[in-house]
């Protein structure tokens, strides 16, 4: 049988039968590896601290905005000078983005939909999962959730490859204001900072991660003064926040501002990751750090550039960097790196996560998975995205060599998700919460209309550059979807090779095969019948151990699992069992640990008398149904790279046993 270790399709599982065993390990330590979810309510200096890491990892990308966000608004090609009016609505514009997307949307209301504490476009998805197999659901509308969650994550992908490109690059464009000489340095220190970004990430962001949050308190200070520093020249710029502005603006523009609107958006980049990183700190931090810090010192550092360009149109070229006196510029421009690398950092940590992820939830194949610390299981090292990521992001800096032009592409891919976790949203709000038709309606509709006119603008500039993250997170999806499909379909071939478990216990009733001494684990993805590995290990060796244990690794739509819950246990006959081991969608399945909580329940077995027995099949692409030839082939390729099992499940390297097959696909 496939040692594929997540089956067709994830089953929630359940323990009605046999025993339940406890316990979870990681093959990188010999201690438990737990995840610490964050209290539903900390206070006090626990809320302290978890509101000071919350900057390090949720609030860089979005508080890196002011370094380019308003000075796109106002680049050449939008056509928009900076008279007053001007300045008054888009400045309206981005303050009520700022409210209406990040602190209503995201910081009220999305923040709720958490499976078990986690977030993140595939954990709503899951959670879909979750209410289609207990109340039902349509098969049409089930796969458009399905297709609209895998594009939202693909897109998170091209989010991961932007984000520290635009970041890093955005904070090196202050070289040009400060010495325009140095204006031919910029591309290439960005390519440095990002090379040794994706080059330290094996060592994890356990290291580092402790100055994360401090950096970023004093970026937002920092924003904080340079805004109240300017504004004290024009104090009436705290007229923007009146929403008549935005709408005069638009009553005197129109086609341009909602042309516009896909510069303002830059404003809002990084609203995805408050949930995609809620696992980690719980909702009251996130939130206690958006109102108390994040949201006042962004309005006080856009407003600040407001003031500035109304004093000096010139300013508005660049105004974050020029809101700095000239004694202060060089210490802006290191602070500003550090707060862009930091940005950078978490969206790479939730490229891993969202790999894990898919993994789990059988949309990818196996990947190397490096747990970077030993008591915390959300910090992960993917060495293949690791290095994809790198080299997508250095070939965007190449190819588009500026912020203003990298911003068509960042802005497609920020609104393409925020538009699907709209939608997903009003599924789990009618289903889940049972809110009811209105309700939801007019709450989802509100936000999807906001989100479906940034991403409108932003679809304008597909030919500029916005063509990027469409691709990538098109050819992202079709990879996943091309391997679920793929597992389907060779599990009901393997399964129409496989012979009933009670068939073959009769079979061993009547003499069978000569027993030797020791244990063999057959690992297999289904729950049901004789695994197709055992049958061939039979055929060719005709001998069988005195213990054999059937080993499914199944995932659940759910974070993690349970101690208690981890492991059932089924005793068959003459020595056989029937193992099923559970894992939730962000942790990763460890053989060796399972072959010792079985021992607890009674399974005694000795590492060096335990043969772990792996099918491998070699996939050959024919014109049969089910799916393209083209197709098949990519699934193929994928199969032929997928990590080792051998490796992903934690298993012994000296004890394992592959028996191949070719299967006409």
């Given at each position: 049988m496939s040692d594929e270790s997540v089956p067709a399709r994830p089953a929630v599982g359940d323990t009605k039968?046999?025993?339940?065993?406890?316990?979870?390990m990681t093959a990188e330590s010999p201690?438990?590896?737990?995840?610490?979810?964050?209290?539903?309510?900390?206070?006090?200096?626990?809320?302290?601290?978890?509101?000071?890491?919350?900057?390090?990892?949720?609030y860089g990308d979005i508080g890196t905005s002011p370094l380019y966000a308003l000075k796109e608004c106002f680049k050449a090609e939008y056509g928009l000078l900076p008279t007053a009016n001007n300045v008054y609505g888009v400045l309206s514009l981005i303050v009520w983005a700022l409210i209406l997307i990040v602190a209503i949307k995201y910081i009220v209301f999305i923040l709720r939909a958490d499976n078990n504490g986690e977030g993140g476009i595939l954990a709503l998805l899951a959670l879909i999962f979750q209410e289609e197999r207990e109340d039902?659901?349509?098969?049409?509308?089930?796969?458009?959730?399905?297709?609209?969650?895998?594009?939202?994550?693909?897109l998170l992908y091209g989010d991961g490859i932007?984000?520290?490109?635009?970041?890093?690059?955005?904070?090196?464009?202050?070289?040009?204001?400060?010495?325009?000489?140095?204006?031919r340095f910029v591309v290439p220190a960005t390519l440095v900072i990002l090379f040794v970004l994706f080059l330290f990430q094996k060592h994890g962001t356990a290291k580092v991660g402790v100055v994360f949050g401090p950096v970023m308190m004093a970026w937002f200070v920092t924003l904080a003064v340079l805004g109240v520093a300017e504004i004290r020249h024009a104090p009436r710029i705290f007229a923007a926040v009146n929403p008549i502005y935005a709408v005069r603006f638009f009553a005197s523009n129109g086609m341009h501002a909602f042309i516009l609107l896909g510069a303002v958006v830059l404003a809002v980049t990084g609203a995805e990751a408050l949930y995609a990183d809620m696992g980690h700190f719980g909702r009251k931090p996130i939130r206690t750090a958006w109102f108390w810090l994040v949201l006042p010192a962004l309005l006080l550092n856009y407003f600040g550039q407001g003031a500035l360009i109304l004093r000096d149109p010139t300013a508005s070229a660049n105004p974050f960097y020029n809101l700095a006196p000239d004694w202060f510029f060089v210490p802006l421009l290191v602070l500003a790196t550090l707060a862009a690398v930091v940005a950078s950092q978490a969206l790479i940590s939730g490229a891993f996560s969202i790999t894990q992820q898919c993994?789990?939830?059988?949309?990818?194949?196996?990947?190397?998975?490096?747990?970077?610390?030993?008591?915390?299981?959300?910090?992960?090292?993917?060495?293949?995205?690791?290095?994809?990521?790198?080299?997508?992001?250095?070939?965007?800096?190449?190819?588009?060599?500026?912020?203003?032009?990298?911003?068509?592409?960042?802005?497609?891919?920020?609104?393409?998700?925020?538009?699907?976790?709209?939608?997903?949203?009003?599924?789990?709000?009618?289903?889940?919460?049972?809110?009811?038709?209105?309700?939801?309606?007019?709450l989802s509709g509100a936000f999807l209309l906001i989100d479906l006119a940034f991403l409108g603008a932003n679809l304008i500039k597909i030919e500029h550059g916005g063509w990027v993250p469409l691709a990538l997170g098109l050819i992202i999806y079709t990879l996943m979807t091309t391997w679920k499909r793929g597992r389907v379909l060779l599990r009901n071939i393997l399964v129409t090779r496989s012979l009933p478990i009670a068939d073959f216990v009769q079979s061993l009733e009547h003499g069978g095969p000569v027993r030797v001494k020791g244990t063999a684990i057959f690992m297999t993805s289904e729950w049901e019948g004789t695994p197709v590995v055992l049958?061939?290990?039979?055929?060719?060796?005709?001998?069988?151990?005195?213990?054999?244990?059937?080993?499914?690794?199944?995932?659940?739509?759910?974070?993690?699992?349970?101690?208690?819950?981890?492991?059932?246990?089924?005793?068959l006959a003459h020595g056989l069992y029937r193992v099923k081991a559970a894992y939730g969608f962000m942790e990763t399945p460890n053989v060796e640990d399972i072959r010792a909580r079985l021992g607890e329940a009674g399974i005694k077995t000795k590492r060096m008398d335990t043969t772990y027995y792996l099918g491998r099949e070699q996939i050959i692409a024919t014109d049969s149904r089910g799916m393209?030839?083209?197709?098949?082939?990519?699934?193929?390729?994928?199969?032929?790279?997928?990590?080792?099992?051998?490796?992903?499940?934690?298993?012994?390297?000296?004890r394992v046993v592959e028996l191949g097959t070719q299967i006409e696909f």
């Amino acid at each position: 049988m496939s040692d594929e270790s997540v089956p067709a399709r994830p089953a929630v599982g359940d323990t009605k039968s046999g025993q339940a065993v406890s316990g979870v390990m990681t093959a990188e330590s010999p201690v438990p590896l737990q995840r610490h979810h964050a209290e539903s309510n900390p206070t006090g200096k626990r809320l302290a601290f978890l509101t000071l890491t919350a900057l390090g990892v949720v609030y860089g990308d979005i508080g890196t905005s002011p370094l380019y966000a308003l000075k796109e608004c106002f680049k050449a090609e939008y056509g928009l000078l900076p008279t007053a009016n001007n300045v008054y609505g888009v400045l309206s514009l981005i303050v009520w983005a700022l409210i209406l997307i990040v602190a209503i949307k995201y910081i009220v209301f999305i923040l709720r939909a958490d499976n078990n504490g986690e977030g993140g476009i595939l954990a709503l998805l899951a959670l879909i999962f979750q209410e289609e197999r207990e109340d039902g659901m349509s098969k049409p509308k089930l796969a458009l959730y399905i297709t609209l969650g895998l594009f939202g994550a693909a897109l998170l992908y091209g989010d991961g490859i932007i984000t520290p490109a635009i970041s890093v690059l955005g904070a090196m464009e202050g070289l040009q204001v400060g010495a325009p000489a140095f204006e031919r340095f910029v591309v290439p220190a960005t390519l440095v900072i990002l090379f040794v970004l994706f080059l330290f990430q094996k060592h994890g962001t356990a290291k580092v991660g402790v100055v994360f949050g401090p950096v970023m308190m004093a970026w937002f200070v920092t924003l904080a003064v340079l805004g109240v520093a300017e504004i004290r020249h024009a104090p009436r710029i705290f007229a923007a926040v009146n929403p008549i502005y935005a709408v005069r603006f638009f009553a005197s523009n129109g086609m341009h501002a909602f042309i516009l609107l896909g510069a303002v958006v830059l404003a809002v980049t990084g609203a995805e990751a408050l949930y995609a990183d809620m696992g980690h700190f719980g909702r009251k931090p996130i939130r206690t750090a958006w109102f108390w810090l994040v949201l006042p010192a962004l309005l006080l550092n856009y407003f600040g550039q407001g003031a500035l360009i109304l004093r000096d149109p010139t300013a508005s070229a660049n105004p974050f960097y020029n809101l700095a006196p000239d004694w202060f510029f060089v210490p802006l421009l290191v602070l500003a790196t550090l707060a862009a690398v930091v940005a950078s950092q978490a969206l790479i940590s939730g490229a891993f996560s969202i790999t894990q992820q898919c993994v789990q939830l059988g949309y990818s194949p196996r990947v190397t998975i490096i747990h970077t610390s030993k008591t915390e299981a959300g910090q992960i090292y993917i060495p293949e995205v690791n290095w994809l990521l790198m080299v997508g992001c250095l070939a965007v800096v190449v190819y588009f060599g500026s912020v203003s032009k990298l911003g068509a592409a960042y802005g497609i891919a920020v609104t393409g998700t925020m538009a699907i976790t709209t939608i997903l949203f009003h599924e789990i709000a009618r289903s889940r919460w049972n809110w009811s038709p209105l309700k939801a309606g007019a709450l989802s509709g509100a936000f999807l209309l906001i989100d479906l006119a940034f991403l409108g603008a932003n679809l304008i500039k597909i030919e500029h550059g916005g063509w990027v993250p469409l691709a990538l997170g098109l050819i992202i999806y079709t990879l996943m979807t091309t391997w679920k499909r793929g597992r389907v379909l060779l599990r009901n071939i393997l399964v129409t090779r496989s012979l009933p478990i009670a068939d073959f216990v009769q079979s061993l009733e009547h003499g069978g095969p000569v027993r030797v001494k020791g244990t063999a684990i057959f690992m297999t993805s289904e729950w049901e019948g004789t695994p197709v590995v055992l049958l061939h290990h039979l055929k060719h060796n005709k001998v069988l151990h005195e213990k054999v244990i059937l080993l499914s690794v199944v995932s659940r739509q759910i974070p993690e699992v349970s101690s208690a819950e981890r492991i059932t246990m089924e005793p068959l006959a003459h020595g056989l069992y029937r193992v099923k081991a559970a894992y939730g969608f962000m942790e990763t399945p460890n053989v060796e640990d399972i072959r010792a909580r079985l021992g607890e329940a009674g399974i005694k077995t000795k590492r060096m008398d335990t043969t772990y027995y792996l099918g491998r099949e070699q996939i050959i692409a024919t014109d049969s149904r089910g799916m393209s030839r083209w197709r098949k082939q990519i699934f193929a390729i994928m199969a032929r790279n997928s990590r080792s099992a051998t490796q992903y499940f934690g298993i012994p390297p000296n004890r394992v046993v592959e028996l191949g097959t070719q299967i006409e696909f």
